[in-house]
């Protein structure tokens, strides 16, 4: 297999990827198992890991692909110990679980008062938001990047080092408009990353995250594309406020990743939240 992300020394590593199904974490797999670490992939859909798993072995990596719920730590534990068998102890555990729910978001961008006065049928509001949506998002991007940290990385700091990489968000850096659960449940992941860089740090576990911008995933393409292609209204307005002025690919997202589980090139690095969003991040707008 090609070894073309040779910057990260992690040849015969354990590396274990929640949400590894989808598009950006099957991508950041798929270049940790060119680095030859040993990669276990997890997700709710076995399939789908294990078509990501399947992808690396025709390229001649080594990896495997489990089902787990990331909010359930029975199933957590289930897939630790599946790994341990096979692999052994994890030393590289990327939190890529995540994603957004229409109950957690409004149907517009702003309050205006005839929404109040003349509501449109279907219409969601602040005042109109479920609780229960709010909470999903919640547990799936906060509790499910903390549940799998305490899963996997007892072995890590009983062994004295190790490598833990969240996934944030531009929405952590600065809310978009619509998506409030979201926006604050990866302003927890990017709070709870340095919390965490802190606490770990005497057991020699660095803890950083990746803040991806705006990629088309599977599921954010309906939002920002139309069938045909061409770009959504939203979608127009995230391309006019990125001054690089086009979405990421995946592989935008690997040469960081690469560099963070690296202990000779990022050895002294923990608590830091990456930005890869094309300027987003940088612009004001005007």
């Excluded at 950041?28 to 709710?44: E, F, R, T």
């Excluded at 799998?148 to 700091?157: G, I, N, T």
């Amino acid at each position: 297999m090609s070894r073309a992300f040779s910057i990260a020394d992690i040849e015969g590593k354990v590396a274990v990827v929640t949400g590894g199904g989808g598009v950006l974490c099957g991508s950041m797999a798929k270049a940790l198992a060119s680095c030859g670490a040993k990669v276990a992939i997890l997700d709710l859909r076995a399939e789908a890991a294990a078509a990501v798993a399947d992808e690396i072995k025709a390229e001649g990596g080594d990896a495997i692909g489990l089902s787990a719920n990331v909010l359930e730590r029975a199933s957590l534990e289930a897939a630790r110990q599946q790994i341990s068998d096979i692999y052994g102890p994890c030393d590289i555990l990327i939190n890529g679980a995540g994603g957004n729910h229409p109950k957690g978001t409004t149907s517009k961008e702003q309050l205006l008062p005839e929404h109040l006065t003349n509501p449109t049928e279907g219409m969601t509001t602040f005042f109109d938001l479920d609780p229960k949506g709010i909470e999903f998002v919640f547990g799936l991007n906060f509790l499910g990047t903390l549940l799998p940290s305490q899963v996997f990385a007892r072995d890590m700091a009983e062994r004295g080092k190790g490598t833990i990489i969240n996934i944030s968000s531009m929405n952590a850096f600065t809310p978009l408009t619509k998506i409030p659960a979201y926006s604050a449940a990866k302003a927890a992941v990017s709070n709870f990353t340095q919390w965490l860089a802190v606490h770990m740090a005497k057991v020699g576990i660095r803890v950083n995250a990746i803040a991806p911008g705006f990629f088309l995933t599977d599921q954010n393409r309906s939002l920002l594309t139309n069938e045909d292609g061409s770009m959504t209204p939203r979608g127009q307005t995230i391309i006019s406020h990125t001054p690089m002025g086009r979405y990421g690919d995946p592989e935008d997202l690997l040469g960081a990743l690469l560099w963070l589980v690296s202990d000779s090139a990022a050895g002294f690095v923990t608590g830091t939240v990456v930005a890869i969003d094309g300027g987003f991040s940088a612009f004001s707008g005007v």
